[in-house]
T-cell receptor
């Protein structure tokens, strides 16, 4: 069943194209920034993280970019596939505790 | 299968009733979390626990309580449910200092 809202911003991309999902954050003191993927009816799943002293990190088909000057985080997905269709959330660790705070989500739709 | 288990999967609850959502993990993770996910609002942290015996308040703790008597279990209690607590509740866990949190399948709670 549907587990996320109907009012999330939506990014629609053609299968095979690259996707860029953006997130703005407010806490400059956060140590880590993280991307999670949530498929319909499931809990979020970890994709990739980046420490605050880095500006780029690459994984398998994904790249996370961190711009601390404008407090902006982005997730780039190369060669987007139908299985990438989901809601993507950014998250951060705001202090020395293990709290994980989620930001706004973006729905990614992949057109065949 | 190792992971994190929530119970019940769904529940309809009369307003004013007390309810405990159960969460158990078998990964020996130190940190555990409870989130609620409402339509259009993403995930909001209710309470968290860094280790057995300690708990902390998240973004939206009012109306909820938690306990962490041991490493594996992290129950969430609604003392007197109200309709605004209608939501999907996710429990998660992570190893100490690790940004990769593992989520349960969620509990869909409807308070009427």
């Amino acid at each position: 069943g549907e587990s996320v809202g109907l009012h999330l911003p939506t990014l629609s991309v053609q299968e095979g194209d690259n996707s860029i999902i953006n997130c703005a954050y407010s806490n400059s003191a956060s140590d880590y920034f993280i991307w999670y993927k949530q498929e319909s009816g499931k809990g979020p799943q970890f994709i990739i993280d980046i420490r605050s002293n880095m500006d780029k990190r690459q994984g398998q088909r994904v790249t996370v970019l961190l711009n601390k000057t404008v407090k902006h985080l982005s997730l780039q997905i190369a060669a987007t596939q139908p299985g990438d269709s989901a809601v993507y959330f950014c998250a951060e660790t705001p202090d020395s505790s293990y709290k994980l705070i989620f930001g706004s989500g973006t729905r990614l739709l992949v057109r065949p | 299968i190792a992971g994190i288990t929530q119970a019940p999967t769904s529940q309809i609850l009369a307003a004013g009733r007390r309810m405990t959502l159960r969460c158990t993990q078998d990964m020996r993770h130190n940190a555990m979390y409870w989130y609620r996910q409402d339509l259009g609002l993403g995930l909001r942290l209710i309470h968290y626990s860094n280790t057995a015996g300690t708990t902390g308040k998240g973004e939206v703790p009012d109306g909820y309580s938690v306990s962490r008597a041991n490493t594996d279990d992290f129950p969430l209690t609604l003392a007197s449910a109200v309709p605004s607590q209608t939501s999907v509740y996710f429990c998660a866990s992570s190893a100490a200092g690790n940004t990769e949190a593992f989520f349960g399948q969620g509990t869909r709670l409807t308070v009427v």
